[in-house]
């Protein structure tokens, strides 16, 4: 059974930083894009950057290019985010996604909130 558990939310300030971090188990994940989305207060869940078995696969919602980047560890089935410079915008729970051609795995999500 495919497990993928997210950690490293918390409370920043304004300009501040944070890595997240997703741990997916009970499966390969060679084919798959592993990704990450957010949802904010009252708002729906939203895209926010996903990456495939290489880093220059990677892609962004424009929001949050050139602060956040993703990565992932491919033998111990990790994603990262790196997120810099971080906005009170950038507040909500963040979700990683796991994603291959007829699966769509998801975590729990981490609450990241940032004060301006």
């Known amino acids: 059974q495919v497990q993928v558990v997210e950690s490293g939310g918390g409370l920043v300030q304004t300009g501040e930083s944070l890595r997240l971090s997703c741990a997916a188990s009970?499966?390969?994940?060679?084919?798959?894009?592993m990704g990450w989305f957010r949802q904010a207060p009252g708002k729906e869940r939203e895209f926010v950057a996903d990456?495939?078995?290489?880093?220059?696969?990677?892609i962004y919602r424009d929001s949050v290019k050139g602060r956040f980047t993703i990565s992932r560890d491919n033998v111990k089935n990790m994603v990262y985010l790196q997120m810099n410079s971080l906005k009170p915008e950038d507040t909500g729970v963040y979700y990683c996604?796991?994603?291959?051609?007829?699966?769509?795995?998801w975590g729990k999500g981490t609450l990241v909130i940032v004060s301006s």
């Open positions: 996604n796991i994603k291959g051609l007829s699966e769509n795995y």
């Open positions: 009970g499966g390969t994940f060679t084919s798959h894009a």
């Open positions: 990456v495939g078995w290489t880093a220059e696969s990677a």
